[in-house]
């Protein structure tokens, strides 16, 4: 991390694609987690990535900014969700978007991601991003949670998904 | 399926139903060509109270570099705004992608954008002594 983060700032624009690789997704999910649509959630994206760019020169801590970039992702998804009028994270009912292609759909039959959808948003939530997060500060900023508790709800939220997979 | 296989099934369920959009991906990297390497950024502070001659659907926003302050009001598409100190300068709209929109401030400062396309945006303003851009907003 630190050392993409170096070679990015000396101008490396393959470093900075691999930052973007290795955090898009949970980027993504973190937007995701506050029921924003797909044209808000890839604005909060943009302007996360935008954001890092501008202070890539002052960076203080190279190693942080993995929890850096969840952490504004995730004001900026909360402001957008406050524009939207949407309810914080926490709330226990909302659909996934609609599938996006055959495949997809194909794919969403199958056992977790049936299970997935019918559990808590919380959980589902928690989930995602705790498979996502490159570590334990990205996913306590993504969930605003202390790291302590991490692990026993990760491990309640796995607890429920398998008591749906195996009835 | 233990643990780890059932997380690594989570982490395929969700791309299968849910994936970070290509175009997505390509804005981010693209993020990159937007580094200014030279220019002032100019960060967000605090804007001045509303004065009540618009409605509630603006927006204030001001930002500011040593030397210069640009104050903006966002209505839906439409921001206006000034610089101060008052000068007659090229505004150029930064986007994701690259330079969009492009107008001039007047000798007053003053400058205006009816309708911009929406999404992330930035304000290039080239002064004499440099160039300032204003951090990112989300029309």
Redesign the interface.
Same mark, same amino acid.
């Given at each position: 991390m630190r050392e993409l983060v170096l070679r990015?700032r000396d101008g490396d624009?393959a470093a900075?694609?691999a930052l &973007? *690789?290795r955090h %898009? *997704?949970t980027l993504?999910?973190v937007a995701?987690s506050w029921r924003l649509g +797909? %044209?808000d =959630? %890839? +604005?909060v994206?943009?302007?996360t990535?935008?954001? @890092?760019?501008?202070r !890539? +020169?002052t960076i203080q801590d190279p190693d942080a900014v993995g929890a850096w970039l969840v952490v504004t992702a995730r004001r *900026?998804a909360a402001r957008?969700a406050r524009e939207r009028g949407y309810e914080p994270l926490g709330a226990t009912t909302a659909a996934?978007?609609p599938?996006?292609d055959v495949?997809?759909a194909r *794919?969403?039959v =199958?056992a &977790?991601?049936t299970a @997935?959808r019918t559990l808590p948003r919380r959980c589902r939530d928690l $989930?995602?991003l %705790?498979? !996502?997060a490159p570590g334990q500060a990205e996913l306590a900023a993504a969930l605003d949670m202390p790291v302590g508790g991490l692990g026993p709800t990760r491990a309640r939220c $796995?607890q429920k !998904?398998?008591r749906k997979?195996t009835p | 399926m233990n643990d780890d296989e059932l997380v690594a099934a989570v982490v395929r369920a969700f791309r299968a139903m849910d994936p970070v959009p290509g175009r997505v991906l390509d804005a981010s990297r693209a993020a990159f060509g937007r580094r200014m390497v030279g220019a002032v950024v100019a960060g967000e502070v605090p804007a001045p109270e509303p004065v009540g001659m618009r409605g509630g659907e603006v927006r204030r926003v001001a930002f500011e570099a040593p030397g210069a302050l640009v104050e903006m009001e966002v209505a839906g598409r439409e921001v206006a705004g000034r610089l101060r100190p008052a000068v007659a300068v090229p505004v150029v709209v930064r986007r994701a992608g690259g330079d969009g929109e492009r107008t001039r401030t007047d000798a007053g400062g003053r400058f205006a954008f009816p309708e911009l396309a929406r999404g992330p945006l930035s304000l290039v303003f080239e002064l004499g002594a440099g160039t300032v851009v204003t951090s990112w907003i989300r029309v």
């Open positions: 990015a624009a900075w694609t &973007v *690789e %898009a *997704e993504w999910a995701r +797909d %044209a =959630c %890839a +604005d994206v943009q302007l990535w935008l954001r @890092l760019v501008e !890539l +020169d *900026e957008t996934l978007p599938p996006h495949v997809a *794919e969403q =199958c &977790v991601g @997935l $989930l995602r %705790a498979a !996502l $796995l !998904l398998r997979l | -």
